[in-house]
Nanobody
Framework: QVQLVESGGGLVQAGGSLRLSCTGP????????MGWFRQAPGKEREFVAA????????TYAVSVKGRFTISRDNAKNTVYLQMNSLKPEDTAVYYC????????????????????WGQGTQVTVSS
């Protein structure tokens, strides 16, 4: 069973920054396209950002583009989500997701494209 473990959530004031990390399977992490999703109370899970296996391809939700940056370090088996200029509406549980695929360039935006999920980490932005 593939395990993804998120960390880095917390409480921050509006305008502040947080960096989330998600560690995946050692030895095969570079075979996984990775993504970040979030779910606020009473809302459906929504796409935030995704990155290709190589790290050369990234894509973002409109609501976070220009404020969030997804990156990965395959040597450390870790994907990151740097979140700047945080807003109260960014408050949610953030989940990382992974999917083992052949294509090293593709990014995946739909939750149903991902086979593996982390347990989630809470991000709370106060106004």
């Amino acid at each position: 069973q593939v395990q993804l473990v998120e960390s880095g959530g917390g409480l921050v004031q509006a305008g502040g920054s947080l960096r989330l990390s998600c560690t995946g399977p050692a030895g095969s992490f570079s075979s996984y396209a990775m993504g970040w999703f979030r779910q606020a109370p009473g809302k459906e899970r929504e796409f935030v950002a995704a990155i290709s296996r190589s790290g050369g391809g990234t894509t973002y939700a409109v609501s976070v583009k220009g404020r969030f940056t997804i990156s990965r370090d395959n040597a450390k088996n870790t994907v990151y989500l740097q979140m700047n200029s945080l807003k109260p509406e960014d408050t949610a549980v953030y989940y990382c997701a992974g999917n083992r695929i052949w294509d090293i360039y593709i990014t995946q935006r739909r939750a149903d494209e991902y086979a593996y999920w982390g347990q989630g980490t809470q991000v709370t932005v106060s106004s």
